[in-house]
């Protein structure tokens, strides 16, 4: 402790939730308000610790397999988006279902089913075993190829010659440009989407990472392990030569990482709410830090609507607020 001696936290702009986690939030709170609990909800709504505990207080019940989900239940599908198998199930089953999928990740699995009806195979970048890459990929039931780096291009062996690349929409907008250069190169008559998979949100916290991470001695991302763009914001910061560490809670916070430093920044990931960041701060001015400084960037205003049967667009529930 005597060597921490902070003087400044820096916030990224923008950082925390994003419009297709307020979506998703606000669908398993309104399922709860109108039909009481439980709410059934396959996966994590999103991957935030703090969140899915918020949820589950109020009496949301979150499971990975259908059978798990008694007949004539309300189920919530996540954020993340689910196969056509899982579909198929959940109407065979006869629940009722709000579906919580980003409309970012739709729009994917939209493209998926458009360009397959013609004739495509594809390539998907993406992380093995993530939620979205299986839903994505559960589009089809075969001609989809994932990758996870260059190295895996040269392994995929479509069968025809229509071939089109799809992305995880919260990759590292470097590593996926990366990659897809790759699949240009080997497969120089890929069809690449009209306008790039990875989300305006996803792209707008790792850029703001980018103006962050060199005017200062540490970056604090606040997100839990299991958020893919709240891993990318760390490892984005580190790959820029500015240590980065990842919290889920402010009691995560170790003094060791701040010694002999003197400005912190700080960040969230797209599923990581304002309240935490604002715990975070706290703490950080328990440290010592004096003041707290926003840098200037992008004013996102993006608004996604609601499913039918759960009424108007308005906000409650976890704070979605900035600070």
């Known amino acids: 402790?005597?060597?921490?001696?902070?003087?400044?936290?820096?916030?990224?702009?923008?950082?925390?939730?994003?419009?297709?986690?307020?979506?998703?939030?606000?669908?398993?709170?309104?399922?709860?308000?109108?039909?009481?609990?439980?709410?059934?909800?396959?996966?994590?709504?999103?991957?935030?610790?703090?969140?899915?505990?918020?949820?589950?207080?109020?009496?949301?019940?979150?499971?990975?397999?259908?059978?798990?989900?008694?007949?004539?239940?309300?189920?919530?599908?996540?954020?993340?988006?689910?196969?056509?198998a899982v579909r198929a199930e959940a109407a065979q089953r006869g629940f009722q279902v709000f579906d919580a999928t980003c409309p970012l990740v739709t729009k994917v699995h939209v493209e998926v089913a458009k360009?397959?009806?013609?004739?495509?195979?594809?390539?998907?970048?993406?992380?093995?075993?993530?939620?979205?890459?299986?839903?994505?990929?559960?589009?089809l039931r075969e001609g989809i190829y994932l990758v996870e780096d260059a190295e895996d291009v040269a392994k995929v062996q479509p069968r025809g010659t229509k071939l089109a690349v799809v992305t995880q929409t919260t990759l590292s907008v470097d590593d996926a440009a990366d990659i897809l250069a790759a699949v240009k190169q080997?497969?120089?008559?890929?069809?690449?989407?009209?306008?790039?998979?990875?989300?305006?949100?996803?792209?707008?916290?790792?850029d703001a990472v980018k103006v962050l991470a060199p005017g200062v001695d540490v970056v604090i991302v606040v997100g839990s392990p299991t958020?893919?763009?709240?891993?990318?914001?760390?490892?984005?910061?580190?790959?820029?030569?500015?240590?980065?560490?990842?919290?889920?809670?402010?009691?995560?916070?170790?003094?060791?990482?701040?010694?002999?430093?003197?400005?912190?920044?700080?960040?969230?990931?797209?599923?990581?709410?304002?309240?935490?960041?604002?715990?975070?701060?706290?703490?950080?001015?328990?440290l010592g830090a004096v003041t707290v400084r926003r840098l200037p960037g992008v004013q996102e205003d993006v608004e996604f609507p609601l499913p039918l049967g759960l009424g108007d667009r308005s906000m409650a529930g976890i704070d979605a607020g900035r600070s």
């Open 1 to 84: 402790m005597k060597n921490v001696k902070l003087d400044e936290v820096v916030l990224a702009e923008p950082r925390g939730f994003c419009a297709g986690v307020d979506r998703a939030i606000e669908i398993v709170e309104r399922a709860l308000r109108k039909f009481g609990s439980p709410i059934y909800v396959r996966h994590e709504i999103v991957h935030n610790t703090y969140v899915v505990n918020h949820l589950k207080a109020k009496g949301a019940i979150f499971i990975e397999d259908l059978a798990d989900v008694p007949a004539g239940a309300t189920l919530v599908f996540s954020a993340h988006g689910v196969s056509k």
């Open 115 to 139: 360009l397959a009806k013609e004739g495509y195979e594809f390539i998907m970048i993406g992380h093995k075993g993530h939620p979205e890459v299986e839903g994505t990929m559960g589009q």
């Open 186 to 206: 080997h497969f120089p008559h890929v069809r690449e989407p009209k306008k790039q998979d990875i989300c305006y949100a996803t792209q707008n916290r790792q």
């Open 227 to 286: 958020s893919s763009n709240s891993n990318r914001l760390r490892e984005l910061s580190e790959r820029l030569g500015t240590p980065a560490y990842m919290v889920d809670l402010a009691s995560d916070l170790r003094p060791e990482w701040f010694e002999g430093r003197r400005r912190v920044g700080l960040t969230a990931g797209a599923s990581a709410p304002d309240i935490l960041v604002q715990q975070v701060i706290e703490s950080l001015r328990a």
